[in-house]
Each structure stands twice: as structure tokens, then as C-alpha cells.
């Protein structure tokens, strides 16, 4: 789903993964083909977070298979490995390089994120080297799972010399705020209070994530939203709420 408008960046938001049982009867037909719901899904929104790529670095069979699936103009997020970000702690090279030889065959991917173990503290010239390492594209983003990363100021420094995106994120544990850092923005909603990824969100509380995201687009931003609520279908349908919240915020 996108809109135009008197948008100067492009709105892109979809969900994190679309391959999932329960959304069968909910968001995908009854009897359609497994195989059939990622160009299901692509009738709905013009963009999805590709989620499997942090547990595992996905067959190349499985990468032109999205390729084929997905309608021409289709965008793509990835996220990095856990062995690099989890096990090895941004201190894997040869890892990295295997994974972006690996999703670069992926038609339209335009971003990948990487996301960083909680028990990762603020440490600034480890992430200066990680992004020094990466190669120019596609974008990437970066989603800071402990609060010493928002308490300095040079965290958003760094982010912003590499064009690489602070990742917004909706989570009862960390902070709602998130600078700009690149000529694009990246948010995840994950759910709140005790009910992570099992939550539905109300306007309420999407409309000040939505004016922040206006606020990108109004400035020439991409802003790439995702919603990772997966439990029966919420991230679908409040994914399809804030795209008319951001419409209506920009005008």
C-alpha cells in the first residue's frame, strides 16, 4: 500500500513476514496455495519485512522464489543475521559479506535492518566499524534494543555519516523516540505492555508514531513502516490504519 499525494518521500508499510498459518481465513483465502500468499499479500501492501533472514540465511531457491512471486515495483526489508549481530557481535566479516552475496539476488530489496541483542550496550566505535564495513547498498537501519544507545548523542552522529537509519520502534521497553539519521526512515511496532506481538493497536496510539513518519515524507524521506504483531492478523490490519493515518497527517 502507497500513497501519493502531496507526499515528497514514499510510504511503505507492511508487516514483518507474511507466511503464517493463522492468517489463513483471516487475511488469505481459504485453499490458496502457500505458495500463492506472498502475491496475496502484495495485493494489500507494497512493501514487507522479510524476517526469516535473522534466524537463518535463506536457499538461494528461496530468494528467486520471492523474486518470482513478487509483482514488479514490489519492495523488500531484510533482516540481518543473528550470527552476526547475536553471536558474534558485529565482529563477523566474513559472515556479513555471505549474507549480503546471498539477499543482494533478491529483486527490490531495498533495506536491510539490523538488529541488535538487548544485552548489547552503547558502544560506539564497534558500531562506527560494523557500518564503516557495509557495503553502500542497499540501505541499511538499525534497531538498538538497549537505552544506553538513545542516552548519547553520537549514536545518531554515526548513524547519520553512514546514512543508515535509527529504527523507530514501538516496545513497552524502549524509548517511543527516534532521530533522523538518513535520507530515509525505518519503524517497527511490536506490540505493548505484556502482550508482545500479540497486540492490537488503537489510533491513539499509533497517531503520534504516524505524525513523525509525516514529518519524513513531508521532508523527502522514504519511511519503510512495519508491523510485527503477527498474532491473528493485528500487524495486517493496523498496518492498513496507519497508512490513512500518515495520508491524513501529510494532506
Known sequence: MKYEGNMKGRLLVGTSGWSYDDWVGLVYPEGLERTQWLAYYATRFSAVEINVSFYRLPFEGMVRGWSQRAPEGFVFAAKGSRLVTHRMRLRAPDQVARFYERMQQLKGLEVVLWQLPPSLRCDLALLDEFLSALPPAPRCAVEFRHRSWWESEETANILCRHNAAFCGVSHPRLPPSFPFTADFC??????????????????????????????????????????????????????????????????
Open 186 to 251: 525505518y519503524v517497527r511496532f511490536h506490540g505493548l505492555g505484556q502482550r508482545l506481538y500479540d497486540y492490537d493497536y488503537s489510533k491513539e496510539e499509533m497517531a503520534p508514531v504516524a505524525g513523525r513518519v509525516a514529518e519524513a515524507i513531508a521532508s523527502g524521506r522514504d519511511a519503510y513502516v512495519f508491523f510485527n504483531n503477527d498474532y491473528h492478523a493485528n500487524a495486517v490490519k493496523n498496518a492498513e490504519v496507519f497508512n490513512e493515518l500518515v495520508r491524513q497527517a501529510v494532506g
